[in-house]
């Protein structure tokens, strides 16, 4: 599949059949602690990539023929779907095809903009990031396009949420010595009790980053955080659902995973289903063909796709 991937466990959506709708590392943002890898292309031009017909009918292909568990079909992916300037349109011809519910992964950068809001409204669930509400530290975690200001993110953010009916789902990203200070904390709970989400999922770095100097905070500063965050603050924790059921994954689904974010083994096994023998063969003909990489992130070993960074 080309702009799908999935379903995969997901920590915050069950199983999400995820919808890539931009090229690879096409961002408003270069995160230092980003799965995917340096931002290639960061923008703030939403564009037409000619890619929605194909985007739509990769779907309803998919649909037909997949009967295991979708709990949502999530706009996200290697770069910012709020860039791709038929989202909204991708989302309506979506929901003409199936009743599973839509959710949206974004950085909020662009909430800035009445249409990407108006856009955003289509889906039942967002999933918006803040990691700062202090310009320096915003700077330095999410290393945004120029053209984008922290203020115009928040305030955006706050339309959005006055006005939305659906789940707001607000991730905050920490990175030890960035933006983890008792001073960051409160600044951000106060900007917090003026927007209404359902809840704050707090969250660190936890596959290999784009920068090497994103490092996660540890257990001790995860409580200390939920506790000067209130009441609507949750740690997430790692999702487990079992194996998903899935017959004839190929190394194209693999690397098709890897693409998305590095994973390891055991991810790679539980998301498509593929027993340890029937792996073991596949990871080794994509090391032999020099199309994957394995490096060591905290205690766990991680695969991804070679790039030519």
């Known amino acids: 599949m080309k702009y799908l991937f999935g379903p995969v466990p997901s920590r915050r959506l069950g199983y999400s059949l995820g919808i890539d709708l931009v090229p690879p590392k096409t961002c408003t943002f270069d995160c230092i602690y980003c799965e995917v890898g340096k931002t290639t ?166 596959r290999p980053p784009a920068y090497s100097n994103a490092k996660p905070i540890d257990e001790s500063d995860r409580e200390r955080i939920k506790n000067l965050l209130g009441d609507k603050v949750e740690v997430e924790l790692a999702f487990n659902a079992g194996i998903v059921k899935k017959t004839n994954a190929s190394e194209d689904d693999v690397k098709s995973m890897l693409q998305r974010r590095p994973c390891t083994y055991d991810q790679i096994s539980s998301a498509l289903g593929i027993p340890g023998d029937e792996l073991n063969i596949i990871i080794k003909n994509l090391e032999k063909a020099n199309v994957i990489r394995v490096d060591k992130f905290g205690e766990e070993f991680y695969y991804s796709v070679k790039t030519n960074e």
């Open 41 to 206: 292309n960061l923008t703030v031009e939403r564009q037409d990539f000619n890619n929605s017909k194909d985007i739509i009918q990769e779907t309803k292909d998919f649909l037909s023929k997949y009967t295991g568990r979708i709990d949502f079909i999530t706009f996200t992916g290697s770069g910012e779907p709020t860039l791709n300037i038929k989202m909204g349109y991708i989302a309506d011809e979506i929901k003409k095809i199936t009743s599973i519910p839509l959710a949206l992964i974004t950085n909020t950068a662009l909430f800035s903009r009445e249409d990407v809001r108006r856009e955003a409204m289509k889906f039942d669930v967002i999933l918006p990031s803040l990691d700062s509400v202090i310009d320096d530290s915003f700077r330095e975690v999410n290393r945004p396009h120029k053209k984008i200001k922290l203020n115009d993110v928040i305030n955006g953010l706050s339309l959005f949420a006055d006005e939305y009916k659906g789940k707001i789902l607000l991730e905050i990203l920490f990175v030890k010595g960035v933006n983890d200070s008792d001073k960051e904390i409160m600044a951000l709970r106060r900007i917090l009790e003026k927007i209404h989400v359902d809840k704050v999922q707090i969250n660190t770095v936890v």
